[in-house]
């Protein structure tokens, strides 16, 4: 039996009132991150399991014919009135439609190797597993990393030239697309040079409008003045050490 992908709504709807979207027909085999609707294929009345299947409608069109909802399990699940306890049109042939939950978090766009697709946000390059354990998003920036800002259409490749480098070597990574703003990249641009134009981590908090403290900059000044002291007494000891005939 042929089953369908799991509808995991990848990027954040924009169009609600849309609606559930199909997923399965009658009898198929599904997965959902979501709710599980079931409703009619079609409003035609002649739609029958005898008759041949009819284009599918939209889940507005047949809201109307009667439709269950439940939420749906971490499993496989097949599309048949039994999985809502009741069959909403009997003899007629059925849909079973996703809706949705939207998404808050970053998800895993591609592994090494593999296309990150339509992300209209960050990407972010790190470890896939440390000690046989798939890292989500946070335990995989808690290591060495590398991120991408992509506010544009297109796919990008998730290999050490798409991000400017190679922060594990040797070790199989992973992508990430942050485009729900789940993770503060101000404050990161802050800590570490970006990879599109490895810039030094001075210009970057220039470019980012940084600014030291007062109490920052007095002690700094402080620490250069304490090490320029130093340096100047060391090169007078180092000449009398040249100077000093070898007995």
């Known amino acids: 039996m042929k089953r369908n992908p799991k509808c995991e709504n990848n990027k954040v ?28 294929l079609s ?19 047949v809201a109307d014919y009667g439709t269950r909802r439940r939420k749906a399990p971490n499993r496989w699940i097949k599309c048949h009135g039994r999985f809502w306890g009741k069959d909403v049109a009997p003899h ?3 849909q079973c439609m996703c809706e949705a939950k939207p998404r808050t978090e970053p998800y895993r766009c591609a592994k090494q190797g593999q296309w990150c697709k339509s992300c209209n946000g ?47 070597r040797g070790q199989y990574k992973q992508c990430f697309c942050d485009d729900v703003k789940f993770i503060n990249i101000k404050k990161i641009k802050l800590m570490r040079p970006t990879t ?3 810039k030094s981590l001075e210009e970057t908090r220039e470019d980012s409008d940084y600014s030291l403290s007062k109490e920052e900059e ?23 050490k040249k100077e000093k005939p070898l007995s």
């Open 196 to 198: 599109d134009n490895k």
């Open 13 to 40: 709807q924009q169009n609600l009132e849309a609606g559930p979207v199909h997923v399965a027909h009658h009898y198929a085999k599904f997965r959902c991150v979501g709710d599980a609707w079931i409703a009619r």
């Open 218 to 240: 007095d002690s700094s000044k402080k620490e250069r003045e304490e090490k320029e002291s130093e340096d100047n007494e060391k090169k007078p000891r180092e000449e009398e």
């Open 122 to 168: 960050v990407l972010f390059y790190g470890l896939y597993k440390r000690n046989g354990k798939v890292q989500n998003i946070e335990e995989m920036m808690s290591k060495n990393y590398r991120y991408k800002e992509h506010y544009e259409n297109g796919n990008v490749q998730c290999v050490s030239k798409s991000f400017g480098g190679n922060p594990n």
């Open 92 to 94: 007629m042939r059925k």
């Open 43 to 61: 409003t035609s009345p002649t739609s029958t399991a005898r008759t041949k299947r009819p284009a599918k409608d939209n889940f507005l069109a």
